[in-house]
């Protein structure tokens, strides 16, 4: 059973430039959430997903970032018009469905965002 | 408004000493959940224990061992006879239950063991 797996892993762009995080939750999790690392700081929660369902965008800027969660396929985060500032660690973690309370949430490796 | 204090920054310890990694946590939520990470040079999260706030007993597991105080809203984590492969930063994370939620987490302890 493979674990959460993100990629790339690592990603450089040029002031201006898109970048899009993949991220493919473990086998039979259905939840996924998005957090981003700034440097020597801890990580701070983006956005949790379900499939084809935006739950809680409470932690997303309000622009130029975007997340998906298709039927079909990863999870997808998106920044537009990238800045110096996104530059950071953006870690992808997936849960299964539970009613009795939050699941231990399975990180991936992590995608680190270079802004030249 | 929920929220992780880990008030040490940078811990430097000689190889064989124990340490104690603080964590204190704010809550209004009478159930929630409190978990330990620990993120080595390579920069994976690797998850070390999840408690939730009815279980005040106290875990050990190998050179690892947690005290949860509900009294002082404190989570503290012992690494006893630390060795080199310690060294990592350390996160404490806190979610309120409402079924599938996002995590709190603090800022970190970077723990460095000195052989």
């Known amino acids: 059973n493979a674990g959460v797996m993100q990629n790339p892993r690592h990603l450089v762009r040029r002031r201006g430039q898109e970048a899009r995080l993949r991220c493919s939750p473990m086998?039979?999790?259905?939840?996924v959430y998005w957090y981003r690392q700034l440097p020597e700081e801890g990580l701070k929660f983006m956005v949790y997903l379900q499939k084809e369902n935006i739950i809680d965008e409470s932690g997303m800027p309000k622009e130029r970032f975007s997340a998906e969660f298709p039927k079909e396929g990863p999870s997808i985060l998106r920044i537009q018009q990238v800045v110096r500032g996104d530059s950071a660690a953006y870690f992808c973690?997936?849960?299964?469905?539970?009613?009795?309370?939050?699941?231990?949430?399975?990180f991936g490796p992590g995608t680190r965002l270079t802004v030249l | 408004a929920q929220k992780v204090t880990q008030a040490q920054t940078e811990i430097s310890v000689v190889e064989k000493e124990d340490v104690t990694l603080d964590c204190v946590y704010e809550?209004?939520?009478?159930?929630?959940?409190l978990f330990w990470y620990k993120q080595p040079p390579s920069g994976e999260l690797v998850f070390l224990i999840r408690r939730n706030s009815f279980d005040e007993q106290n875990e050990i597991s190998g050179r690892y061992s947690w005290n949860f105080q509900k009294s002082t809203s404190s989570f503290n984590f012992t690494i006893t006879a630390s060795q080199v492969v310690d060294s990592a930063v350390y996160f404490c994370?806190?979610?309120?239950?409402?079924?599938?939620?996002?995590?709190?987490f603090g800022k970190g302890t970077r723990l460095s063991v000195i052989a």
């Open positions: 994370a806190l979610s309120e239950r409402r079924g599938n939620t996002p995590l709190v």
């Open positions: 809550t209004r939520d009478t159930t929630y959940y």
């Open positions: 086998k039979g999790h259905s939840h």
């Open positions: 973690a997936s849960s299964p469905f539970t009613a009795g309370g939050p699941n231990e949430q399975f």
